[in-house]
Every structure is written in C-alpha cells, then in structure tokens.
C-alpha cells in the first residue's frame, strides 16, 4: 500500500477511505500484512482524484459513478451518462410563464439542431434558468451562434479525448476531465478575449481599472 | 421612494441600505419626507442588481465599480476594465516549475494571438492554473482552438451588446450581464452537446444514467 501511495501521489488514509468506501477494489492478499495493488487500482485512484479534486463531486456522487463502472452490462453511453450528469447543476423548474417560455425555446432549439438529448437531461433546466434570465433583460438573440460553437468544440475535441473500447475508469476520468478543465479554460480564453477586444475598439492597452 | 421601490423590483430596506452605502445617489429632496428620484436611479438599481444577484459580486466590489462610474474622468475602456476585473476569479500562481512552464505557455498563445491583455490580467493566472493541470494530464493540445472559438464569440456578439458613448450604468451592466449569463449559457450548451455527440458516436438515445 505504500508503494500504491507513492505511485499515486494519494495518502495512506485516503486510500484506506476509499477502501472502505468501496470506491476502490481490494488488492490481491499475499500475506497477512501485504496486498498487492495493480494498474487497475492506479487507473481507479486517478478517476477518483479527477472527480473529487477537478469536478469536486462529493463521495456519494463517486460511489454512484464507481458502481456503474463496475456494471459491465451497462452500455459505453449510458456509463459516461452516469459521470455527466452527477457533474451537472441540478436547477428546479419554477413555475412562472417566463420559465414555460423559456423552457419551449431551449426545447425547440435543442430539436431543431437535431441534439439527441434526454427529456430529463438536467442541462436542459440549466439552460432555461439562463435563457429566462436573458429574455427578461432583453438578451440571448445569439444563443443559436453559442449552441453551433459548443456542439463544434464537443465534436472536434472533447470527445475525441475519452479513449473507447478500453478500460472504463479511464473513459470515464477523460470525460470528467474534459468536460470540466475545458470549461475552465474557455471561460478564461473568453475573458481574455473580452478584454483585447474592448482595448481593440475603445484604444486602451488593456484594461487598467481604476485603483 | 415606495414608487422606486415598486418600479425597480428591489425592497425598501434594501434601497435605504444601497442609499447608506453611498451606491445609490440620494433623490432630490422635494418635501420634509419626500424625496424625487428618477430613470438614473432606476438604472443604478437594474445595474446593482446585475453585479449582486447574476455576478454575485460582494457590496465592497460593487462600490468600486460604481466609483469607477461616478468618475467620469476615467476613460471607458478602463471603467469596463474596473468591473470585468472585479469579476473575475483571482487565482494565487504556485511556485512550481509546471506553473512557470504553462504561464509561459499562455503567455505566448496570447502574444501570438495579438491580443491586448494587461501583464496583470486575472484571467491569465486563470487561464494558467487550467493549463498546468491539463499538461499534467497529458491534455491541452486544442486550447489554441478554444482561444479562436473565444474570440469570434467576443467579438461578433458579446462586445456588440454594449451600448457605447451613451449611460455608463447601462454599459457596465450589459458588460456583467453578458459576461456571466453567455457564459452559463455556453457551459450548459456544451452539456447538451456532449450529450448529444456521445448518443450519436455510442449509439444510445440521449443518456439514460444509472438509477
């Protein structure tokens, strides 16, 4: 266990944890104080630090994502289904005109690019709470031109990057990391943008705000 | 003051204590106990209500930026400059080789790039941390893909919805509103797509999780 622990960079008691837990597999027992760890439990300690550290998902959200990986009667897409949705905001519909309009609208949209997207997928509430947002401020004629460009990104990069066919733990570690890490920096890359593109039209060298 | 009140949306303990603190300009004083206030106050409060409730700004970098309107010697892009920087996530560099490396990295991509960053821009610590964790990862090879994605969004609609040369409470708001609600509206959009994109690749009908 030792050796597991200077491997994965992970401490003796949070693998004991996770062992408890159930989130990582026993080891091999060779003697009454040794057991022997393998790739399989690196690979699983490196999806479970991308979970908690990167998409800080609580244990309870792991162990569901730990328990479908080790379903092996559960299809590749319904696996990496299970990782997605534990790593989404869940938001509660309200019950105004506002919502059921905006509701229609990301409905309508998601159909009418011909997205193959669950009726209770929980981006779909995600999105409405924005674009609710965005119509009572007289916003969001653009969201057609964000939808094109994420299903662009999603389709050239992001899931290119979970390997198919291979171990699950590692799919689903991609999928986890990609969705989120790729956030991060588009959000970023977007605030940098916004502010070479105000120095651009409004001759400044960069925002210098006010002390 | 019951009519502001009912006009903006926004309680009248909650207008006497934005009055305190010095981020709503007091009305013009009309009788003992009757003060007149008119559409710049209505315009404080939406813009108020933009950094506190949709940018989840503290009140502290609320009056910051409303200083920075109040001076109206503070030329515009560096009043944009004043909020975008208070929105922004400050993220401490770590003294590592990797963080060198990567700031480095974003370093480069954005002179490359042409754009007009400040050297102090929050977004490129940001930018970096994001960076060091996906080389650490082995991942990160498209972010020049991301950062062009970024920039056309800025440009051809983010910084379109600002109204220039006009009321710097509407400019400032619309700079907080669409920075923050585009980019919810984009992070769930690439859920959806990803969705969508792994039913069409792994053949399922939309994720079905796990119960």
Do not use: C
């Amino acid at each position: 266990m030792s050796e597991l622990s200077a491997r994965s960079g992970v401490a003796i008691p949070t693998i004991k944890y996770y062992l408890r837990e159930g989130l990582l597999h026993p080891g091999e027992q060779v003697a009454a104080t040794r057991a022997e760890y393998d790739d399989s439990h690196l690979r699983r300690l490196r999806l479970i630090r991308a979970m908690v550290e990167v998409g800080r998902l609580p244990i309870a959200a792991v162990k569901k994502v730990v328990t479908a990986i080790e379903d092996e009667s559960l299809p590749f897409h319904q696996l990496l289904g299970t990782a997605h949705y534990a790593l989404s905001p869940q938001v509660e519909p309200e019950p105004t005109p506002e919502w059921e309009a905006a509701k229609a609208e990301v409905d309508a949209l998601i159909a009418d690019l011909g997205w193959q997207v669950a009726p209770g997928a929980p981006a779909r509430n995600d999105l409405t709470q924005t674009v609710a947002r965005m119509r009572r401020l007289g916003m969001g004629d653009a969201i057609r031109t964000y939808a094109e460009t994420a299903e662009r990104l999603v389709r050239e990069v992001e899931l290119d990057t979970i390997p198919v066919g291979g171990d699950r733990d590692a799919a689903v570690e991609a999928l986890v990391l990609g969705t989120v890490l790729y956030g991060r920096a588009l959000e970023a890359l977007r605030r940098l943008a916004q502010e070479s593109e105000s120095a651009r039209r409004f001759r400044g060298d960069g925002f210098s705000p006010a002390p």
